[in-house]
Nanobody
Framework: QVQLVESRGGQVQAGGSLRLSCAVS????????MGWFRQAPGKGREFVAATRSSRSTYYADSVKGRFTVSRDNASNPVYLQMNSLKPEDTAVYYC????????????????????WGQGIQVTVSS
């Protein structure tokens, strides 16, 4: 059974940095895309960043230039480095592993992923 566990969230002041980790167990994730999503109170789950097995990366416009997703296919975990954090980045952050490999499904779509972590809180104060 595949399990994903996020860690290293927390509270930080605006302009600060955090690095989230996503540990994967039960399956080698080297051939799968890995995604990061977030959900703020009262809002839907939104795409943040993703990385394919080729290590190519994708970002939402709102985080481009501030966040960096990285992976080492030989080892865990998958990271999300978040710099220049803003209050609007406050949300529960989730990592997820690809389940739908069809190219027609965008890497930014929640339906592309079939296993999710439990989520971790990130709070950015002004």
């Amino acid at each position: 059974q595949v399990q994903l566990v996020e860690s290293r969230g927390g509270q930080v002041q605006a302009g600060g940095s955090l690095r989230l980790s996503c540990a994967v167990s039960g399956r080698s994730f080297s051939v799968y895309a890995m995604g990061w999503f977030r959900q703020a109170p009262g809002k839907g789950r939104e795409f943040v960043a993703a990385t394919r097995s080729s290590r190519s990366t994708y970002y939402a416009d709102s985080v481009k230039g501030r966040f960096t997703v990285s992976r080492d296919n030989a080892s865990n975990p998958v990271y999300l480095q978040m710099n220049s954090l803003k209050p609007e980045d406050t949300a529960v952050y989730y990592c997820a592993i690809e389940g739908d490999y069809r190219p027609v499904v965008p890497i930014s779509a929640t339906r592309k992923y079939n296993t999710w972590g439990q989520g971790i809180q990130v709070t950015v104060s002004s």
